[in-house]
């Protein structure tokens, strides 16, 4: 099945495959990966959470993804997916990748350099205004900007970019607007820019979704700038998380005296790029030419990969895993078994459970 081929069928399974209970992006895409598509793969997570020693997960009933997609329809939003032709191809390189994205407006402003910008909700009213003027900068130099739709920072950043190009990536349904007071900056961004969610319709903004909704942030951008933020903030997580998918970090400085400005001054000590304007921005990522725009799509043609492990690989992998998060590449090492069979056998362990992955490709013992 080519990248620009997936049928409505299809659609409706990927859907029910990544709303089922147990499987995240990381499990999604081995699934798709081993069965190539979303059909066999749903057919065969019974068996596979039999090897791992537990029950089938709970699958999403294709009456509700049915409605789901009526309803997105009916908001004036689509859907995209992984491994199609407008999937955004840095986004796509990440390993938990969203394998659905449903969006409102302007989708060609991912094929455009892309900077994410963070930082405080309380952000200082100097913070903001500097934000602001820096995201209108960089939209001017032919950047979009990413963010995430909060108070403070990310309304600063939005704000400067509308006009030249802004993308906001929230963390509850396409239809709620979190916080409330940013209602009509999101109609306009729905509008003249474009609104990202990884969750259905309906779905409120809880805490676990914001980390995921940060990923999406990191994932899509060349670099993320963080212009104000505590030690112990989302926006360092961003940046984290940029960093671990060999994006540049950023950082504005500010006084030692204020805590907002406590994070953005530690990222720098640990590294990140300090940023005073849009000139040190453009020189930390490189030029905004073509080198930056999405032209060379990912391929995800998918051919099935049979992969079975025997039971004694089976336990050789469960002895390593604890109820402590271990890199999956640490249980390759010392198990001695090929990566794949390891995969194998995780999977089978998180279909029926057993199993829960964490941030940075750990896993363990759910």
Known sequence: MTADKFGARDKLARLQLIRSANIGPVT????????????????????????GGGRPPRLASLSDIEREVERVRALGARYMFLGQQDYPHP????????????????????????????????????????????????GRAGATIVSGL????????????????????????????????NATLQERMAQDGLVLAEQPPGTQPLARHFPSRNRIIAGLSAGTVVVEAAPRSGSLITARLAAESGREVMAVPGSPLDPRAQGCNLLIREGATLVQNAGDVIEAIGPMDSRLVRQERLNFTHEPVPIDATDRERRDVAVLLSLTPVPVDEIIRQSALAPAIVQTVLLELELAGRLERHAGGRVSLA
């Open 28 to 51: 999604y895409s081995q699934l798709i990966a081993r069965f190539g598509t979303a059909q066999a793969a749903l057919q065969a997570i019974p068996d596979l959470a039999a090897r």
């Open 91 to 138: 986004l796509a390189e990440i390993e938990n990748a969203p394998p659905a994205i449903i969006y409102q407006g302007r989708l060609e402003l991912l094929d455009r350099p892309m900077i994410a910008m963070v930082g405080a909700r309380n952000a200082s009213a100097a913070a903001c205004r500097f934000a602001r003027g820096l995201a209108q900068d960089l």
């Open 150 to 181: 909060a108070r403070g920072i990310d309304t600063a950043a939005h704000e400067g970019s509308l006009a030249s190009g802004t993308v906001g990536v929230i963390a509850s349904g396409i239809d709620i607007a979190f916080p409330p007071e």
